[in-house]
């Protein structure tokens, strides 16, 4: 049914969705827990720069990523000859490319969630010996099970479908960077390739459409779990 | 044994409270917005405080002068809050054993849940109880966690007076088994009648006294707090003789002895009485063939014209206070002055049965 490529393309597209989500959860968890709990200066600036990848063209977050984690580049130059990590070109560049995009809307309703925990609760969990740690760990983390859940599907969505910033930052090199929405704009391009993209376009449906279903399915257990 | 020295300022509000209180119920008492829940945070370490100490045993969880500050979770303090602040996302097991550490000590649980009547509700979440249950749990959460000393913050106010009746035995039971201090909000005097051992009064930040039930119960300023209909003396003695064809029990107090409704209590029970203010009577001379069951000798040492109709006068009867509203004319006529030596009339069916006194034997 799909061709070697294709598939190539598609295991490309959940591997990177993947370690995109690796990268972005602890992040967006912490970030998220800052905005929502804690006053510091520089909170505006944080919310700003967290959001920017939201508002700014995907190809100047791309270009952005180029410059900064680029061969070249102020990081990138220093990750390369301290640790050896190159993301520049690489299917992890795609990772990390689809990981800032998805960072603003995982961001959001993990926010929303830790700001509906209510503090009060936590106040008693420290009553009861809990540390600061242990009180995120086991209170205010489990409930905001629900926006913890809505901001990994939205990010995978996003991450899967991610294609500006991409192939501004990592460019489609088949097997390596070329996604399944760039493996479906190179089939474009190409006349008399549209069954193929065509099919690609029906599987990448079929993988949302199955994303959002678990997410409602995992959702609705966690409310009976709660209100059992 | 807990010593409370705590100042502290918030916006215009100001809190100077010190007091100590050892094993045993001390009673908190006060309008609302006096600083009462203010100062069970202070204690718990939920509000900055300006200065001060707070020690328990000797071991001290805040003192401003040696920079100690232990965060709240190295407090040991148990608190069973108003709310109840019960986690909606664990059962009632694991509610009342999240104080209790990594391993649990299934034992304590079951001794616990056996106390406050919960093994029935053990795998329930907490939605699913009732308001009385639900303050149960909170109350055996509270004491799982071991603490060195428990603070509630009026755990009955928000349920109604049936359940109120239902959840303070357990509060007894566990105040005779506890055997730590464990401080009281409340603001009303059947729970500190029945609760405590000593009451702290604030008012508008500062303690306006301070001392045992029966000293601070009897003064009449509380009356403000209590509401005048609710306002009166407490008296202690001890049952003597029971009636049991009448219903009645006996106390002798050492002015003499009151006969009140029995409450169950054996012979010689340490027991505590509220006599409210608007139930005595005065008389200048013994009365005779009256249907009231008691009248007590007592001397008038204060007559203090209050608002409107009323003048409360106050008694000693047998160095326990004795307080008593009259009306302006009944004050007039009986031509009562400080010093008179008067009889306390008070009917036994006005009165509510003694309550056994904590600590003392049964």
Do not use: C
């Not at chain 1, 998805?102 to 008693?124: I, K, T």
Request: charged share 20%; hydrophobic share 50%; no cysteine.
């Amino acid at each position: 049914m799909l061709t070697p490529a294709e598939w190539q393309a598609v295991g490309l597209s959940l591997q990177v969705a993947a370690l995109a989500l690796v990268i972005v959860l602890p992040l967006a968890v912490a970030v998220a827990w800052l905005l929502a709990r804690k006053r510091f200066p520089g909170k505006v600036l944080v919310d700003a720069l967290v959001h920017l990848p939201l508002v700014m063209p995907p190809v100047v977050t791309g270009y952005l990523l180029l410059v900064l984690l680029g061969r070249q580049g102020v990081v990138g130059q220093f990750l390369d000859e301290t640790f050896g990590i190159v993301f520049a070109f690489r299917w992890t560049g795609a990772a990390v490319a689809a990981g800032v995009m998805a960072l603003p809307l995982v961001v959001r309703p993990l926010r929303l969630a830790f700001e509906s925990v209510d503090p009060r609760l936590e106040q008693a969990a420290a009553t009861l010996g809990a540390s600061p740690l242990r009180v995120f760990l086991t209170v205010t983390l489990p409930l905001a099970m629900p926006g913890l859940i809505a901001g990994v599907i939205l990010g995978f969505a996003k991450s899967l479908g991610e294609f500006g910033a991409t192939i501004t930052f990592v460019s489609s090199i088949p097997g390596e960077t070329r996604t399944l929405s760039l493996a479906i704009q190179t089939l474009l391009e190409i006349p008399g390739r549209e069954d193929a993209a065509l099919r690609l376009t029906l599987i990448a449906v079929a993988i949302s459409v199955a994303a959002l279903v678990a997410s409602e399915l995992v959702v609705r257990r966690l409310r009976r779990d709660v209100h059992a | 044994m807990l010593e409370v020295d705590i100042h502290l300022r918030q916006g215009d509000f100001r809190l100077d409270a010190a007091f100590a209180g050892s094993d045993g119920v001390t009673a908190l008492f006060g309008r609302s917005g006096a600083g009462k829940t203010t100062l069970l945070n202070a204690i718990a370490g939920l509000v900055r405080v300006d200065s001060g100490a707070v020690t328990v045993d000797g071991v001290a969880l805040y003192d401003s002068v040696r920079g100690i500050d232990l965060p709240v979770h190295r407090r040991r303090v148990g608190y069973v809050f108003q709310d109840t602040r019960l986690f909606p996302h664990l059962t009632v097991a694991r509610n009342m054993t999240y104080g209790a550490g990594r391993r649990p000590d299934r034992q304590a649980l079951a001794h616990m849940a056996s106390l406050l009547d919960l093994e029935a509700h053990l795998t329930r979440r907490p939605d699913n109880l009732s308001g009385g249950e639900r303050q149960r749990v909170a109350i055996g959460r509270a004491m799982l966690s071991r603490p060195r000393v428990l603070l509630m913050d009026e755990p009955l106010t928000a349920l109604d007076v049936a359940l109120r009746a239902e959840i303070l035995p357990y509060i007894e039971r566990l105040r005779d088994e506890a055997g730590i201090a464990i401080v009281y909000v409340s603001h009303t005097v059947e729970e500190v009648t029945r609760l405590a051992e000593r009451v702290v009064f604030l008012d508008a930040g500062q303690v306006a006294a301070a001392g045992t039930v029966d000293d601070v119960m009897g003064q009449p300023d509380l009356m403000a707090v209590t509401g005048r209909s609710a306002g009166g003396a407490i008296l202690q003695g001890v049952i003597d003789e029971i009636d049991a064809d009448a219903g009645l029990a006996r106390i002798a107090m050492p002015g003499g002895t009151v006969w009140a409704p029995d409450g169950g209590w054996p012979r010689g029970t340490t027991v505590r009485l509220r006599l409210r203010a608007r139930d005595v009577a005065l008389a200048r001379a013994a009365p005779q063939g009256t249907s009231i069951a008691n009248a007590l000798p007592a001397t008038v040492m204060a007559i203090e014209a209050g608002e409107g109709a009323v003048v409360t006068v106050r008694l000693t009867f047998g160095a326990q206070t004795v307080l008593a509203h009259l009306t302006r004319p009944a004050v007039a006529a009986l031509e009562l002055a400080e010093g008179h030596q008067v009889w306390a009339l008070v009917d036994a069916v006005a009165l509510d049965p003694p309550v056994r006194l904590s600590g003392a034997p049964a």
